[in-house]
């Protein structure tokens, strides 16, 4: 049975940073792509970030520059580093991703941006 527990998540000043994880059960995350999304209240769930299983990253134009995805095999988790964070920032994230034919994701973990 493949899970995913996010956390990490909290309440951050503007500017500030977090690290999010993202334990894995039931698969090996090093094996596929792997993904963070974010919701915010009332939008569409949206792409992050995402790894694929030689290294290679992905960041949406939102967050280049400022987000560092990784992942540690030994511990089959994956992270997401986010610095200068900004209130437009402000979500519930989420790791996804699509094995076997199935669309798996996390519970989510709130990071909320403010002052």
Request: glycine letters at 12%; proline letters at 3%.
């Amino acid at each position: 049975q493949v899970q995913f527990v996010e956390s990490g998540g909290g309440l951050v000043q503007p500017g500030g940073s977090l690290r999010l994880s993202c334990a894995a059960s039931g698969m090996m995350l090093s094996s596929v792509t792997m993904a963070w999304y974010r919701q915010a209240p009332g939008n569409q769930r949206d792409m992050v970030a995402h790894i694929g299983s030689s290294g290679s990253t992905y960041y949406s134009n939102s967050v280049k520059g400022r987000f560092i995805i990784s992942r540690d095999s030994a511990k089959n988790t994956m992270y997401l580093q986010m610095n200068s964070l900004k209130p437009e920032d402000t979500a519930i994230y989420y790791c996804n991703t699509y094995f076997r034919g199935n669309n798996y994701w996390g519970r989510g973990t709130q990071v909320t941006v403010s002052s």
